[in-house]
């Protein structure tokens, strides 16, 4: 899946256009909710040892929050990794060349649900 097809599928789906809150930094971009303004994605370059323990090259990244149940299981899905930079007991990392749109549509909705809010 490529960063495009993902912002496309995201806009589509949530109506979400993405946010670029970061300083001096072009390529992170936030998705987040329209009314509570919470993250449900970040999407990022990553250096993919970070996540692999090889292969030094940039690759987009995309967190998502996860039921910590979840997580673990997930995590055995090729492309899936322990989240690089935020809590890693709630986010996961997806390395976004090694996964299909289809795969990440469930994982994208998850997120979205665990990060509206609650209604009053």
């Known amino acids: 899946m490529t ?8 806009k589509e789906e949530f109506g979400v256009e993405p946010d670029k809150p970061f300083n001096n930094d ?5 998705l987040r909710h329209k009314d ?8 990022m370059q990553v250096a993919k040892n ?4 090889s292969d030094g090259r940039l690759v987009d990244v995309l967190n998502l929050k996860c ?3 979840l997580r673990q299981p997930l995590m055995q899905n090729k492309g899936i990794y322990e989240c690089y930079h935020m809590n890693k007991i709630h986010w996961i990392s997806v390395i ?8 990440v ?3 994208l909705d998850m997120s979205f649900e665990l990060t509206k809010g609650h209604k009053k």
Do not use: H
């Open 3 to 10: 960063r495009q097809q993902l912002l496309e599928y995201v």
């Open 26 to 30: 072009f390529d992170s971009m936030v």
């Open 36 to 43: 509570n303004k919470k993250w449900f994605a970040l999407v």
């Open 50 to 53: 970070k996540l692999t323990g």
């Open 67 to 69: 039921e910590p149940m």
């Open 96 to 103: 976004l060349e090694e996964v299909s749109l289809e795969d």
């Open 105 to 107: 549509k469930p994982l």
